[in-house]
């Protein structure tokens, strides 16, 4: 079966740039997405199509794709960051959601 | 703007059939243009995408659940449901429904209910 492969945490300070990646055989004919997700809440969709930008993300989110690894980038992270984020791609008609990474700051 | 609920008994005996409701207001899912899912979280670990219903009654699943999962819809209610058999305590989790965009380049969640806990336990 399919696996997106991230690491389980990333720390990073206040207005520090994180980044955070997700590799998976051929992803970049995939077209990975990103999600974050706090303590009780549900998950929000932050990045699709590997680069865009739902309305209403703040613009220090974005994405990248090189190769199969995507990657998230929050510039100038802010304490309301620290959540979990998870990758998700399609694969053979199902959805595959990367293993979720811890992000830290302080 | 789309909404999208989820409802369900909270606590499953082990062996038997999770039965849970998504409801959706602020739009169809008579659309063809989305599909329908299910998606849960158990304690402490990541998510994990259950199956999905589509308007066709198309429906694709997790091959790690596929033999106990159903997903099915009801029009009329704009609703659609999720049963999962011969449950144990891995299937302990806060169970989601989200909308999911299928588009020619990639698929992507961009609605989620609030999420229920079902707790799997005698």
Known sequence: SYELTQPPSVSVSPGQTASIACSGDILGYKYACWYQQKPGQSPVLVIYQYTKRPSGIPERFSGSNSGNTATLTISGTQVMDEADYYCQAWDSGTVVFGGGTKLTVL | ?122
């Not at chain 2, 033999?67 to 299937?91: C, E, H, P, W, Y």
Request: glycine letters at 10%; proline letters at 3%.
């Open chain 2, 1 to 122: 703007q789309v909404q999208l609920q989820e409802s369900g008994p909270g606590l499953v005996k082990p062996s038997e059939t999770l039965s849970l409701t998504c409801s959706v207001s602020g739009g169809s899912i008579s659309s063809d243009i989305y599909y329908w899912s299910w998606i849960r979280r158990p304690a402490g670990k990541g998510l994990e995408w259950i199956g999905r219903f589509y308007i066709t009654r198309t429906t694709n699943y997790n091959p790690s659940l596929k033999s106990r999962v159903t997903i099915s819809g009801d029009t009329s209610k704009n609703q659609f449901f999720l049963k999962l058999n011969s449950v144990t305590a891995a299937d302990t989790a806060v169970y989601y429904c989200a909308r999911e965009v299928a588009a020619a380049r990639g698929n992507w969640f961009d609605s989620w209910g609030q999420g229920t806990l079902l707790t799997v336990s005698s």
